[in-house]
Nanobody
């Protein structure tokens, strides 16, 4: 089992920045993809950014150029640096991790409980 704990959410002004952190614990030896998703009352849960253990990164078009995802494999932690935030970025941000083991025969997805990001003037 893998547990994911997010932190770093909060209230910021438009144009401001936040840094989200997701720390994984448990069976972290085979963590592959990690990333962030978000959900708001106006939008379904959507991918924000993902990063594999090898460093391959994928961003949603709406955040490309403003957000940066990174991870520390040794500490089993993924980060999301969010700059130039706007009101449309307001959402609950969820950490996601995928475990791949036994040569790919074991694949499981895990989710954190989410952290609220509110961008408001």
């Amino acid at each position: 089992q893998v547990q994911l704990v997010e932190s770093g959410g909060g209230l910021v002004l438009p144009g401001g920045s936040l840094r989200l952190t997701c720390a994984a614990s448990g069976s972290t030896g085979s963590l592959d993809g990690m990333g962030w998703y978000r959900q708001s009352p106006l939008n379904e849960r959507e991918l924000v950014a993902t990063i594999t253990s090898g460093g391959h990164i994928n961003y949603a078009g709406s955040v490309k150029g403003r957000f940066t995802i990174s991870r520390d494999n040794a500490k089993h932690t993924v980060f999301l640096q969010m700059n130039s935030l706007n009101i449309e970025d307001t959402a609950v941000y969820y950490c996601h991790a995928q475990v791949v083991a036994f040569g790919g025969s074991y694949i499981r997805d895990y989710w954190g409980q989410g952290t609220q990001v509110t961008v408001s003037s």
